[in-house]
Each structure stands twice: as C-alpha cells, then as structure tokens.
C-alpha cells in the first residue's frame, strides 16, 4: 500500500535561479495494492500526503500545484485518481509552550490543464475519509 515514503525534492522555476525549488515529506498510497481491501473499488485510489520539513525554502501552501505537476510526472499517477493532501502536523509555541495550532489535513482539489496542476482549492478532510488518512500516515 505504501510506495514511497521519503523526503521529496522539486525544481523550481526561472532555470539556474531555481525559484521555487524545495523539499517535503511526501507518502504515496496506492489502495490498490492493499491486500486488506482486495475487491473494493475505490474513485482515487492514491492518496498523496505531503508536509513541509524545516530545511526546505518553500513551504508545500505556497508551491502546492507546482509540487503536485512534478509528482504526477514524476511516478506517473493519474491526476483524476489521485487524492492530493497536506498534512500539517500539531504545533506547540510561547515562552510556557501555552499555545497550540491543532493538527490538520487538506485534501488539495486541482484543475489540470495540460498535465499542470493550476487552480488549487483546499478544504478540510471530514470523517470517514479523514480517519482513513490519519491511520494511514
């Protein structure tokens, strides 16, 4: 089920500058090749989970349809069966560590024009699909 599980490195933009070039933490699923769900047919049966990493220079908000063409072409996944998502995971701040930013997940709806993701909209995933997501990762 899981086919890649490592830090995922994308070319930016502009040539020699690489503007917009970075890292992520990137888990491909393929539900597919789940054993546990043989005969169930699924709509997306990958699911993309991606998180930032702090020695990156770009964030995953900020670049996410440019990160999403270049893993489309890079393990050639088919963008209609594919579930794109961003992890973010729980954060803890302040002098006392009083302050907490709750963990969330975004499922990333894309349009695709000419094999390049553009348009992204995010929404929160919802149960039971987010409890799916959160076993898996």
Not at 15 to 27: I, P, T, Y
Not at 39 to 45: C, D, R
Not at 57 to 71: D, E, F, L, Q, W
Not at 83 to 105: N, R
Request: hydrophobic share 40%.
């Amino acid at each position: 089920m899981l086919i890649y599980d490592d830090i995922y490195s994308w070319d930016g933009w502009g040539g020699k500058l690489r503007l917009g070039s970075g890292q992520c933490k990137m888990r491909i699923f393929d539900l597919r090749k789940d054993e546990t769900v043989r005969g169930v047919s699924f709509l997306k049966p990958v699911i993309v989970v991606i998180s930032d990493v702090p020695e990156s220079k770009m964030t995953i908000r900020s670049c996410t349809s440019h990160i999403a063409t270049c893993v489309v072409h890079d393990f050639k996944l088919d963008p209609s069966r594919m579930l794109w998502v961003e992890y973010y995971p729980e954060t803890v701040y302040g002098a006392g560590q009083e302050h907490v930013i709750s963990e969330k997940l975004d499922a990333v709806d894309f349009e695709w024009r000419e094999e390049k993701a553009i348009n992204p909209r995010w929404r929160s995933l919802q149960p039971p699909l987010l409890d799916t997501v959160k076993a898996m990762i």
